[in-house]
């Protein structure tokens, strides 16, 4: 069976250190991926997608950076981070655009 | 490009009570149409999808869907809500840009 895997859970770093989060997926071959970050009020806010290696859609422009050295690893990342890139950041899978998403169980970021 | 609205950001109901939740989606291109449901705590699960045929879509917990092309709507309902169905709902859109939107939520809160 397909799982998703994403870590840390919680982090705190300061304001102006780097940031990696990573995503991998098991289970699947060629997925989708995505990277959203959810806020109160706000939804989930889509920040990057790949459909594939080396390939990578940016939606939001800001202060992260998306990538996918690796079929079933997606990397999220920051050279410095910001008060404002705190937040609830997941990431999900497809198979395809008409089947249904999987979720990872997100990472608190706090930027202190 | 692809985007949602949820209008509501909270809709309150008695126990046994008919609800609505709306949803509204603008795109270019087709698109597959979902519903997802975020209960306190965990992750976000599936409720439905609408990919073609049918515009009446059964979900899972008694939930339905109908699809309006001509309104670009995707409204769910459920004819008697339960203490259990307070959640946080999200509507979503995918097509042909292999991008997954989402909307800004609906929190539905049920009370005896």
């Known amino acids: 069976s397909q799982t998703i895997h994403q870590w840390p859970a919680t982090l705190v770093q300061p304001v102006g250190s780097p940031l990696s989060l990573e995503c991998t997926v098991e289970?699947?071959?060629?997925?989708?991926l995505y990277w959203y970050r959810q806020a109160a009020g706000r939804g989930l806010q889509l920040l990057f997608y790949?459909?594939?290696?080396?390939?990578i859609s940016s939606e939001v422009p800001q202060n992260l950076s998306a990538s996918r050295p690796q079929d079933r690893q997606f990397i999220l990342s920051s050279k410095k981070l910001l008060l404002s890139d705190s937040g609830f950041y997941l990431c999900?899978?497809?198979?395809?655009?008409?089947?249904?998403?999987?979720f990872g169980q997100g990472t608190r970021l706090t930027v202190v | 490009a692809q985007s949602v609205t949820q209008l509501d950001s909270q809709v309150p109901v008695f126990e046994e009570a008919p609800v609505e939740l709306r949803c509204n989606y603008s795109?270019?291109?087709?698109?597959?149409l979902f519903w997802y449901v975020q209960y306190p705590n965990q992750g976000l699960q599936l409720l439905l999808k609408y990919l073609s045929g049918s515009t009446l879509v059964k979900g899972i917990n008694g939930f339905e869907a109908e699809f309006n092309k001509s309104q670009t709507s995707f409204h769910l309902r459920k004819p008697s809500v339960h203490i259990s169905d307070t959640a946080e709902y999200f509507c979503?859109?995918?097509?042909?840009?292999?991008?997954?939107?989402f909307g800004t939520g609906t929190r539905l809160l049920v009370s005896p």
């Open positions: 289970g699947t071959s060629n997925p989708n």
């Open positions: 999900a899978w497809m198979a395809r655009v008409d089947t249904e998403a999987f």
């Open positions: 790949s459909v594939g290696i080396g390939q």
């Open positions: 795109s270019s291109v087709s698109v597959y």
């Open positions: 979503a859109v995918s097509g042909g840009f292999q991008k997954l939107v």
